[in-house]
């Protein structure tokens, strides 16, 4: 039950919430000469560095996938993720100015920082097509299958957000500790390489990572030619599944304490 109140309250506040989300958006861009162009920046010039140092000079395999495709495919939900964590993270401290002087949902503010970052994986995901277009990678239906996944990727961000704005709240360490743990996020989830690189016996340890199996599906579903690992997903989903509730019970213990300790 208690579990569920965030999610009325945000329902019933719904007004506020979309208008936290808008202002997000608007705030990323504001004065940029680039504008959103941003959003297929970072996961394109990334992609193309890790073709040159993994590709082309270590010569990392890619599953019969075209290195570019089969890393940008990967980059695409990671770049989503790991801002939108980092952005949840310190959305509570960045408005503390608003919680300390008006009531309103808290979980609203980490809510709308993750789901704010959907708009920038829609527009990189354009150029994903393009990719697969120049290398003469065919569309499957498996395609349909990518807003599908966006569910569980959200949640992931929404649970994991939760936690480090509740933390972050009393700690202010949080700010410093964020970036290296998605640093140290990154190479511990099968975005450079592939799983099947990794030693048989090491492989449960990677497939507890629950955006392994996101990342893996997201990536499966490019090419008729490649399988979902549903096993692997199912674990992903139960684990998201528990963090998201980790995260709402934690955030709804620590919320009361706000906008005394902000």
Same mark, same amino acid.
């Given at each position: 039950?208690?579990?569920?109140?965030?999610?009325?309250?945000?329902?019933?506040?719904?007004?506020?919430?979309?208008?936290?989300?808008?202002?997000?958006?608007?705030?990323?861009?504001?004065?940029?000469?680039?504008?959103?162009?941003?959003?297929?920046?970072?996961?394109?010039?990334?992609?193309?560095?890790?073709?040159?140092?993994?590709?082309?000079?270590?010569?990392?395999?890619?599953?019969?996938?075209?290195?570019?495709?089969?890393?940008? *495919?990967?980059?695409?939900?990671?770049?989503?993720?790991?801002?939108?964590? *980092?952005?949840?993270?310190?959305?509570?401290?960045?408005?503390?100015?608003?919680?300390?002087?008006?009531?309103?949902?808290?979980?609203?503010?980490?809510?709308?920082?993750?789901?704010?970052?959907?708009?920038?994986?829609?527009?990189?995901?354009?150029?994903?097509?393009?990719?697969?277009?120049?290398?003469?990678?065919?569309?499957?239906?498996?395609?349909?299958?990518?807003?599908?996944? @966006?569910?569980?990727?959200?949640?992931?961000?929404?649970?994991?957000?939760?936690?480090?704005?509740?933390?972050?709240?009393?700690?202010?360490?949080?700010?410093?500790?964020?970036?290296?743990?998605?640093?140290?996020?990154?190479?511990?989830?099968?975005?450079?390489?592939?799983?099947? @690189?990794?030693?048989?016996?090491?492989?449960?340890? @990677?497939?507890?990572?629950?955006?392994?199996?996101?990342?893996?599906?997201?990536?499966?579903?490019?090419?008729?030619?490649?399988?979902?690992?549903?096993?692997?997903?199912?674990? *992903?989903? +139960?684990?998201?599944?528990?963090?998201?509730?980790?995260?709402? +019970?934690?955030?709804?213990?620590?919320?009361?304490?706000?906008?005394?300790?902000?």
């Amino acid at each position: 039950m208690m579990k569920a109140e965030p999610m009325r309250e945000i329902w019933r506040y719904r007004e506020l919430f979309y208008f936290f989300v808008w202002r997000d958006i608007k705030v990323r861009y504001k004065q940029t000469v680039l504008g959103a162009a941003w959003a297929v920046i970072q996961p394109l010039f990334t992609m193309i560095v890790f073709t040159l140092l993994f590709r082309r000079l270590a010569n990392m395999p890619s599953d019969g996938i075209p290195y570019p495709i089969f890393s940008y *495919s990967a980059l695409l939900p990671w770049t989503y993720f790991a801002a939108a964590i *980092s952005n949840a993270g310190n959305s509570l401290v960045q408005n503390k100015d608003l919680i300390t002087k008006v009531y309103f949902p808290r979980a609203t503010v980490p809510a709308a920082s993750a789901l704010s970052g959907l708009v920038d994986f829609g527009i990189a995901s354009g150029v994903l097509l393009v990719l697969m277009l120049y290398y003469q990678v065919p569309p499957s239906w498996g395609l349909l299958l990518w807003p599908v996944l @966006i569910v569980p990727l959200v949640a992931l961000a929404l649970g994991v957000g939760m936690i480090f704005a509740a933390v972050n709240v009393k700690y202010r360490d949080i700010k410093y500790a964020l970036p290296f743990v998605i640093h140290l996020w990154l190479f511990l989830t099968p975005i450079i390489y592939p799983t099947s @690189i990794v030693p048989e016996r090491f492989r449960f340890l @990677i497939a507890l990572n629950p955006l392994t199996g996101i990342i893996e599906a997201f990536r499966a579903s490019l090419l008729p030619t490649r399988q979902v690992d549903w096993g692997l997903l199912g674990l *992903s989903v +139960t684990i998201t599944a528990a963090l998201l509730a980790l995260g709402i +019970t934690y955030f709804r213990k620590t919320e009361r304490a706000f906008a005394d300790i902000i």
